[in-house]
């Protein structure tokens, strides 16, 4: 097995010619194209011996979407809003959001069974990062999760407590790696290598943009479409056809809108997961977080339409932008997952008049 991750992959769809919806992306056509939002990756790509000599295989990591400085998030939170298509999954914090509709913390997303262990390294990066927390503030960090527990050993936790405060010191703007990565090292998705995935839509109508990051786990490889395309009827080499997994899906805005919206938003969510395949299978956990960087609201009713056509659209691309960006990855077991192969996709698309010229 290799000693370390593998590459990125070439350029992304996008720039290829494959168009999701009618508005067009952000510059950079990532989260990061809202300003203030920086996102940050620490991949754990360990091959040892089996406990308890050593550690086993371990194809993981943690992802940090951070959305303000972090000194600022506890006394200064961001509105936000959460929402679940099926709930066999976790996002910590998810409670207090819908209760109160603030963001206070970066959002991490893990391992299932590294949770417990990446929430405590969040309380670490909140009490660095504001000496009130613990004395007149008490903090419930956002940690999202989803199973990589086939390519990775799960049975040992194979992450540090301390890297969400690593994770949180590489955050940036674009670019940032895609794919097998962060906390998408291990992650499978219709039936391919999935992972991390961003996009992102330029709103003009309200003079602001919506971007998206994916956690893609989820679906069963024949459910696979792109850009309306059944790529998963018509392409054969799938390597993993367990339907159930996990999605994490984070919406960011600068629109003006508040946390009712924002749980709107987040919903729309799911409908981006279904256009590539989601049926949101029984053991499955597909969990959605929205949060705005704006300091006011506004916006609302039909107004919101635009932004919900942006987070259908941001997120459908984002899930297609994981998938394409991983690469084989071979974990416990001699397990593979492959990489979704290029050439072939780009000839169905071609063939069924999903690229444009």
């Not at 670490?124 to 527990?149: F, N, T």
């Not at 749980?263 to 977080?289: D, K, N, P």
Request: glycine letters at 14%; charged letters at 20%.
């Amino acid at each position: 097995m290799p000693d370390r991750p593998p590459d990125p992959r070439g350029p992304r769809l996008g720039g290829l010619g494959l168009r999701i919806g009618e508005l067009d992306p952000g510059p950079t056509d990532s989260i990061a194209d809202v300003p203030g939002v920086t996102v940050g990756h620490v991949t754990v790509w360990r091959d040892e011996s089996d406990p308890p000599e050593g550690r086993g295989i371990a194809r993981t990591g943690v992802t940090a979407i951070v959305p303000a400085p972090v000194e600022t998030l506890v006394r200064q939170p961001l509105r936000a809003g959460t929402a679940v298509l099926n709930g066999a999954g976790e996002l910590t914090s998810s409670l207090e959001i819908r209760e109160w509709g603030w963001l206070e913390t970066p959002v991490y997303l893990t391992s299932t069974m590294a949770v417990g262990r990446i929430y405590d390294g969040a309380v670490s990066v909140a009490l660095a990062a504001d000496s009130s927390v613990g004395v007149d503030e008490v903090v419930i960090p956002v940690v999202g999760e989803c199973d990589d527990s086939h390519l990775n050993d799960a049975r040992t936790v194979q992450v540090e407590a301390a890297d969400a405060g690593r994770a949180v010191e590489a955050a940036s703007a674009w670019p940032f790696a895609e794919g097998a990565v962060g906390a998408g090292t291990g992650m499978s998705c219709l039936g391919w290598k999935g992972g991390i995935g961003t996009a992102s839509r330029s709103l003009p109508g309200l003079g602001c943009t919506a971007g998206v990051l994916v956690l893609a786990n989820f679906g069963g490889a024949r459910l696979l479409r792109m850009g309306g395309v059944p790529i998963g009827q018509l392409l054969p080499g799938a390597s993993h056809s367990a339907p159930a997994g996990s999605c994490i899906v984070v919406v960011a805005t600068d629109a003006p809108v508040g946390p009712a919206q924002l749980e709107r938003v987040a919903r729309r969510a799911g409908l981006g997961l279904a256009r590539t395949g989601s049926v949101a299978h029984h053991g499955s956990g597909e969990i959605f977080l929205a949060f705005s960087t704006a300091r006011r609201e506004g916006v609302d009713g039909r107004e919101l339409d635009e932004l919900f056509a942006a987070t259908v659209d941001a997120t459908e691309e984002a899930v297609l932008n994981a998938l394409w960006a991983a690469p084989d990855v071979e974990g416990r077991e001699g397990r593979v997952e492959r990489g979704l192969p290029h050439d072939e996709v780009l000839e169905l698309l071609e063939s069924h008049g999903a690229l444009s010229r």
